[in-house]
């Protein structure tokens, strides 16, 4: 594993449609209806029904633990949901994922991930934390 | 009233025990369409990190069910999000979690609300907190 500062250490694409919004909020317990129902989207001012940030906080995460082969190294994890991630109600709405170390000290690595929507961004401020001893 | 900065330090009753089970374990997983990852399978399985969020919205409940905040989940957006972990949460796991509101700033209808989600086992070992940022805006009256 390099964990030099600078290494970009994987990508991951996924495409999310209406359908695993709904298999997200089965699974996650979160049914806000803003992920499933277009007037409740619209009710607050949304461009359409969006993405649980969780969801694309928890595929970003896929770049890391791709990476490291082992989810428990992972010491902490922080996002700002920046932008919504718009999914339209047929088809889908490809989000790529980039990981990059931005530091290593005491056999800790911290990565950032870029997440990037139609070439928004739709995550800020990413930083992971992985132990990598 | 609703929220308000008189609120801070309101915490909540912590959860019934939670059994984290490698059919709920697998079915996350797959939601995050990582299935194929073989530390999230089986009966020695370990939670996809996020996981802890599971727990962590089934506190949501006490949020928005409080009376006095006047919250509507559907009018609530995820500002941001940390999780912070002692050690992953693995299947067989009995855990339980608490919220505690740490900060409410309020902007004209909308209210930015920093909550703070502990979660243990029932033997009082801490796995993980998961801090969030809810903005929440009141519906204005026609």
């Known amino acids: 594993m390099n964990v030099e500062v600078g290494t970009t250490i994987g990508s991951v694409s996924a495409a999310f449609s209406r359908t695993d919004l709904v298999r997200y909020a089965g699974a996650s317990g979160d049914f806000n209806p803003i992920h499933y129902n277009d007037a409740a989207a619209a009710a607050l001012g949304l461009p359409g029904v969006i993405a649980h940030g969780m969801l694309t906080m928890g595929t970003a995460l896929r770049v890391v633990t791709d990476w490291c082969g082992d989810p428990t190294r992972v010491l902490s994890y922080y996002v700002r949901f920046t932008k919504p991630v718009v999914v339209p109600a047929t088809g889908t709405v490809e989000v790529t994922f980039t990981g990059t170390v931005t530091g290593v000290s005491d056999a800790v690595a911290t990565v950032t991930i870029e997440a990037l929507c139609e070439e928004t961004k739709v995550l800020g401020s990413v930083s992971v934390e992985v132990r990598v001893d | ?142």
């Open chain 2, 1 to 142: 009233m609703p929220i308000s900065e008189a609120h801070v330090g309101r915490s909540y009753p912590a959860t019934a025990p939670y059994e984290v089970t490698a059919v709920k374990v697998a079915e996350f997983a797959a939601a995050l369409k990582d299935a194929d990852n073989p530390a999230y399978a089986g009966d020695c399985a370990v939670a996809p990190p996020t996981f802890a969020v599971v727990l962590a919205a089934a506190t949501w409940d006490s949020l928005f069910g409080d009376p006095e905040l006047e919250l509507s989940l559907s009018r609530t957006v995820h500002a941001d999000q940390r999780f912070t972990w002692t050690r992953q949460l693995r299947v067989g796991d009995l855990v339980e979690a608490q919220l505690v509101i740490d900060k409410v700033r309020l902007r004209g209808p909308a209210a930015f609300i920093t909550i703070s989600v502990q979660l243990a086992t029932t033997a009082g070992e801490p796995l993980c907190v998961a801090t969030s940022t809810l903005v929440h805006t009141a519906e204005v009256a026609a």
